[in-house]
């Protein structure tokens, strides 16, 4: 079993910056990810990478202003957001999948999620 737990969130303003963070402990992962979801809508990837390889990939969205980024060692996974917009709002899941060498993108086919934190941008 994985357990995945979620720090960071918080309300800020647009144009701010916020840093989540996503620590696992369990077995061995192959891609860990963030995926978001506001109110009313379906949920969305965001940002995911591999656990062994520099490959990451973004949504259109967040392309240019969120980063991801793991420290293995720590086992944790970050999710760097610069110039938030109001759009940006939602509640932001870390996730994980055991096996695979390809970047998860499709909610049903995750393997693990986090709790969730909630991050509002206000205008």
């Known amino acids: 079993q994985v357990q995945l737990v979620e720090s960071g969130g918080g309300l800020v303003q647009a144009g701010d910056s916020l840093r989540l963070s996503c620590a696992a402990s369990?077995?061995?992962?192959?891609?860990m990810g963030w995926f978001r979801q506001a109110p009313g809508k379906d949920r969305e990837f965001v940002a995911g990478i591999l656990w062994r390889g520099p490959s990451t990939l973004y949504a259109d969205s967040v392309k240019g202003r969120f980063t991801i980024s793991r420290d293995n060692g720590k086992n944790t996974v970050y999710l760097q957001m610069n110039s938030l917009k109001p759009e940006d709002t939602a509640v932001y899941y870390c996730?994980?999948?055991?096996?695979?060498?390809?970047?998860?993108?499709?909610?049903?086919?995750?393997?693990?999620w986090g709790q969730g934190t909630q991050v509002t941008v206000s205008s």
């Open positions: 369990g077995r061995t992962l192959s891609t």
């Open positions: 996730t994980a999948d055991r096996t695979g060498s390809r970047i998860q993108t499709t909610p049903s086919l995750i393997d693990y």
